[in-house]
Every structure is written in C-alpha cells, then in structure tokens.
C-alpha cells in the first residue's frame, strides 16, 4: 500500500481526532495503565506511526536495555505492516532506524540535566532534533515534584517536540480523583494537556481519553488495542 494512503488508514488518525488533532508540540501527555497492561507497546505504536511519516522520535528510557526496546519497536513495526499491508517494508525500517534515537539512564542518576546534555549532543553532532519525546520509567509521578514537570514540558518547547510519559494504577493504598486519575498524577493537572487510561477488558484493553487538553467534550469513540499485536484498533 502506497505511504501516504497507509498513512491515512492508520487507528491512530482516529486516536488523533479524539485528542483533539493530536498531542502538540510542547504538550505533555500521559498514558496510565496497571502495570503490564500494555503502556509501552501503546507508546512505541504511537512513535512508529510517526517515524512512518518522517518524523524524528526520541526515547528514552529508565527501564529497559536499549535492545530490549529496539525489539519492542521492531515487534510493532512488523504488525502494523502486516495490517496496513505497508509496501517497501525493508526501506520502511531503515528510515524508521535513521529517525529514532534510545537514550537508557540508570534510574537513580536520571536527571533533567543530563537529558539536556544528552539531546544538545545529538543536535550538534548527529543532526538529529526530535518531534516526539516518549519518557519510559521517568517521571514517577508518586515521587516528582513540580519543577520537573514544568522542566520537562519548557525542555519540549525548546525541541518543538510532543512529549508522552506513563503512570502506573492500581498500586496498593493509591488514591484517586473522580476520574480514577492517580492523586500523584493528577496533582500536576495544570501542567498535562491529554491523559489516556489503558483499561483491560475480556477481549481487548479499553483505550479512554480523559483529558484532551481543555475540552470539558471529549469524542466518545471505541478505541482499543489488540492484546495479541498492541496495536490500535478501532469499530
């Protein structure tokens, strides 16, 4: 299928829509989920459909090993050409390869500092300026204060980048908001423009849109994403 019409089939057009034409540049979005459900393979989706236009992704990550990651990508890389029956699949890789960076920091050293040195390099040596930031394992909600958030989110204004991180649910004595926002994410409620739950279900994990940026009427549409491939889908 020729790019620009795979493009266009994409769910995550859909998902775009419903968030109101997309993240944004500068913005800050969240994806909460329990732990498992599927944060990650949702993230990395959203990041290969931008990489499949061209776009420039950065990842980085507190959890995992940059092979592991450049495993997970390589999985969803393949399923969603499988289902948008994508042509020139080889070719398609290598610009995905070209346009994505993984940064891995040891948790406890992590620090916004460093994340600004590490980016001012690839810049200056490697050309590379992201449209995308995806932050895997960092922030942790439960423990950050308000400076980083707001660090985070000035940090993508200076990249004209969007910027996606994830929380965590359902931890023992968690407290939520009416929502069922976790109290330690909510608490920064100023400074994130879209929040999305990821909600198991019998045959497939719920994706609900609970802030889209300020609108108080968000589009009720059924997203979801498939278990097996963790790719979106919508009916």
Request: aromatic share 6%; net charge negative; proline share 3%.
């Given at each position: 299928m020729p790019l620009?019409?795979?493009i266009q089939r994409s769910p995550v057009r859909v998902f775009e829509k419903v968030i109101g034409g997309g993240l944004g540049a500068g913005n800050l979005g969240v994806v909460l989920s329990r732990p498992g459900v599927g944060k990650t393979?949702?993230?990395?989706?959203?990041?290969?459909?931008?990489?499949?236009?061209?776009?420039?992704?950065?990842?980085i990550s507190t959890k995992e090993s940059v092979d592991h990651i450049s495993t997970f990508?390589?999985?969803?890389?393949q399923s969603?050409?499988?289902?948008?029956?994508?042509?020139?699949?080889?070719?398609?890789?290598?610009?995905?390869?070209?346009?994505?960076?993984?940064?891995?920091?040891?948790?406890?050293s992590f620090s916004l500092d460093k994340l600004a040195e590490s980016t001012a390099f690839l810049k200056e040596f490697a050309g590379f300026e992201a449209d995308m930031v995806i932050?895997?394992?960092?922030?942790?909600?439960?423990?950050?204060?308000e400076w980083e958030i707001k660090g985070v989110k000035e940090m993508g204004a200076q990249w004209g980048a969007e910027i996606w991180a994830s929380?965590?649910?359902?931890?023992?004595?968690?407290?939520?908001?009416?929502?069922?926002?976790?109290?330690?994410?909510a608490r920064f409620e100023e400074h994130l423009n879209v929040i999305v739950a990821l909600c198991p279900e019998s045959e497939h994990i719920k994706v609900n849109t609970i802030k889209e940026h300020g609108s108080?009427?968000?589009?009720?549409?059924?997203?979801?994403?498939?278990?097996?491939?963790?790719l979106l889908r919508w009916r």
């Open positions: 620009n019409k795979m393979g949702f993230l990395i989706g959203l990041a290969v459909d931008q990489l499949l236009q061209g776009q420039k992704v950065l990842y990508f390589e999985q969803i890389f969603m050409s499988q289902v948008l029956d994508m042509d020139n699949m080889l070719q398609r890789q290598m610009e995905m390869e070209r346009n994505r960076q993984i940064l891995v920091y040891n948790r406890k932050l895997d394992g960092t922030p942790r909600f439960e423990s950050t204060e929380s965590n649910t359902h931890r023992e004595g968690q407290e939520m908001d009416v929502r069922g926002v976790p109290m330690d994410v108080e009427d968000i589009a009720q549409v059924s997203l979801e994403l498939d278990p097996r491939t963790m």
